[in-house]
């Protein structure tokens, strides 16, 4: 019954939402590589739109460097023998003229040309550069090896059409999830409020399917079936107790009738006495089984008041018989949400106890209220501060030899008030007397 | 009074009979819904003592049954179910009142003599508790015998504890009987007319005693015997 070790939250893993952005990520950049993999396999299979992206990026950085003359460049990293200039439109390049095929002559266009040399390649090329609003031509010669003149190319191909498409589109689909994963988790939501509002009280109560997705629903459904299994249990223990009652209750009346019968003899008395005993304990442990199996249906309204006058009125005569005196006092609204019947026996259980412990012309007063609180008082010699803990354990008894009862009537109270999501709380009244208090939830 | 008693443990129900005939009733005793039934159309009975689970059905349908066709003979439900719920079901049937068993014989003979009490039942025009007499016709109270003055109001006060004797009677019942007779009735006119009525009772010698049950109501109880 320690619910409140259970705190609401928590050690959980990461959020689902958590989750899917960490995946999300790293598919994008999976995605990267994958796509960087690509751009590098292929252009390593073309040198020769490789060379020519080459050149045209460094005519586009000779282009922005207006204050430089190109040969002051850089170059490509790792080139050797850099060489650029601009050129005449009717001058002759100096080394490769000749071996273009199919341009007029006396006008220069964009060209490239790849050779091997001995221990590399040699690239050049001329590229139409615009500066000042006047169009020149560079003309561009270098000598390298391997990869690494392509770097700066491979490198701008990457942010062109790799990173720059991905980190919007990764964000969109970011932002995407987030909405979506919200959306979907809001059935799941509900379904955990409507868990934490299953109580003891309320295990009539079942999860509410409608319009969540399917996997949602099959972990309702599941829940639902489990909450039908117990409380399958419960009615079976209520048809057990209920049969128990029937078997039990039987021939102890036949016990008693037949005793009554007897001439009078101090045998008669003991065996009296005795089948009063077994009596009580009988219907005492079928209470506590009824308390045990006890489903409180949610939302009906009792007033604890109207209640208290029943048990009052029907203890009442058996009270005055044993020359003591009951009260009840009715204090404010009293309306709470319960079991009129597990009421009634909360009431009944706590009156017989005062009756049990109380001196013999002291009264027992019961009031309802104010608010959804019943309390039972009597003007006894109170309750031990030791005893506190046990006297609502089953079966205890403050002194076995001196009282006659099974030491179970207040931890059917007990029960009863647990079963109405309520407590029960036991005090010393300030001149004196026990002071049970029960509350329950207002309506 | 003639009782039907509907048991269908044979031994309990022999020793409910006898219990009941000490105490004065005469009790016929039948074992199914079916003998039951049958026995309510051959003979009239005060009053019906029903056990609830029968051979061959539910004593509470007997009950319906009995309530569907307006009979308003009371009935007193004697189980040994004593489940949560299973009082409130017995009389929402309809039957009057409800004991759990095992009962005492002494117990079982105050409630059905409480149950014949009651306005429509059929214990006479004479309410009497110990040496008090009602004349319900005539509207007048004898103790010992002897004529007793009382306003019409005290006596309707006295019938409503009488007819309840040994239970106790909810304040709105006595004042509803107080403001049938009279449209101008002061808060506490109720307690007024119970402490004539008690004064009246003692001087005339009555061993009845109208006790106080606070926040409540009252209850007029019989001299203490002893039953056998």
Not at chain 1, 90 to 118: F, K, Q, Y
Not at chain 2, 57 to 86: W, Y
Not at chain 2, 144 to 164: K, M
Not at chain 2, 180 to 201: F, G, Q, Y
Request: with cysteine.
């Amino acid at each position: 019954m320690d619910r409140a070790g259970n705190s609401k939250r928590g050690p959980t893993g990461p959020t689902l939402f958590r989750q899917i952005a960490t995946r999300l990520a790293a598919f994008t950049l999976l995605f990267a590589l994958l796509d960087v993999g690509i751009v590098v396999f292929t252009y390593s299979n073309q040198p020769e739109s490789l060379a020519q992206e080459l050149l045209t990026l460094e005519a586009e950085m000779a282009e922005r460097s207006t204050t430089l003359a190109p040969d002051l460049l850089a170059g490509p990293p790792g080139a050797e023998h850099w060489a650029a200039r601009y050129i005449e439109p009717n001058a002759h390049a100096p080394i490769t003229e000749a071996s273009r095929t199919g341009a007029p002559a006396g006008l220069l266009m964009d060209w490239t040309r790849r050779e091997r040399i001995v221990g590399g390649y040699r690239i050049s090329g001329v590229r139409s550069v615009v500066q000042d609003g006047q169009q020149r031509w560079l003309f561009m010669q270098f000598e390298g090896d391997g990869i690494r003149p392509y770097v700066p190319v491979i490198a701008n191909e990457i942010v062109q059409h790799v990173i720059l498409p991905l980190i919007p589109l990764s964000l969109i689909l970011l932002l995407f999830n987030i909405f979506a994963v919200r959306r979907v988790l809001q059935p799941l939501r509900r379904a955990e409020a409507e868990v934490d509002a299953l109580d003891p009280v309320n295990v009539l109560l079942r999860l509410s399917e409608a319009p969540a997705p399917r996997e949602v629903n099959t972990l309702v459904r599941a829940v639902n079936r489990a909450l039908t299994r117990l409380d399958e249990t419960m009615i079976i223990l209520r048809g057990f107790t209920a049969n128990a009652a029937h078997e039990l209750r039987t021939p102890l009346s036949i016990m008693q009738l037949s005793l009554d019968r007897l001439p009078p003899s101090p045998l008669r008395e003991d065996l009296q006495a005795d089948t009063q005993h077994l009596t009580r304990l009988v219907s005492q442990m079928l209470d506590l089984a009824q308390a045990d199996a006890l489903a409180v249906e949610p939302g009906t309204t009792v007033d604890l008041a109207d209640i208290g006058r029943e048990i009052v009125a029907a203890m009442a005569p058996k009270v005055f018989d044993a020359q003591r005196d009951l009260r009840f006092n009715a204090v404010g609204d009293t309306r709470a949400l319960g079991h009129a019947e597990a009421i009634y026996r909360i009431y009944r259980n706590l009156i017989d106890n005062a009756l049990a412990h109380a001196p013999g012309d002291t009264p027992i007063e019961v009031t309802a209220g104010p608010g959804p609180q019943i309390s039972v008082r009597d003007h006894g010699p109170g309750i031990s501060h030791e005893d506190v803990p046990h006297i609502f354990e089953r079966f205890w008894r403050k002194d076995r030899r001196k009282t006659d009862g099974a030491g179970l009537g207040l931890g059917i109270v007990q029960r009863l008030a647990q079963a109405h999501g309520g407590a029960i709380t036991v005090e010393n009244a300030q001149d004196g007397g026990a002071l049970f208090r029960v509350t329950f939830a207002a309506p | 009074m003639r009782l039907l008693l509907v048991e269908d443990n044979a031994r309990l129900a022999s020793l409910i009979r006898e219990g009941l005939d000490r105490q004065g009733f005469a009790v016929d005793w039948c074992e199914t819904v079916d003998g039951a039934e049958h026995a309510l159309k051959i003979n009239e009975y005060d009053l019906l003592l029903l056990d609830l689970g029968l051979p061959d059905g539910e004593g509470l349908d007997l009950v319906r049954g009995l309530r569907r066709r307006q009979d308003m003979m009371p009935i007193l439900v004697l189980t040994a179910r004593g489940g949560l719920d299973d009082r409130v079901t017995g009389l929402d049937a309809g039957a009057d009142d409800y004991l759990v068993k095992p009962f005492q014989i002494p117990e079982l003979a105050a409630r059905c003599r409480a149950l014949l009490r009651r306005p429509g039942a059929s214990l006479g025009t004479e309410l009497t508790v110990g040496n008090v007499i009602l004349h319900s016709a005539e509207r007048s109270i004898a103790v010992a015998g002897l004529p007793v003055e009382a306003t019409p109001r005290e006596v309707d006060l006295l019938e409503c504890l009488l007819r309840r004797a040994g239970h106790v009677v909810a304040k709105p019942a006595l004042e509803g009987a107080l403001y049938s007779m009279d449209a101008e009735v002061t808060p506490n006119a109720l307690e007024a007319c119970i402490s004539r009525l008690r004064k009246r009772l003692s001087a005339a010698g009555a061993n009845v005693q109208i006790r106080t049950v606070h926040g409540v109501g009252y209850a007029l109880f019989a001299p203490v015997t002893t039953h056998g």
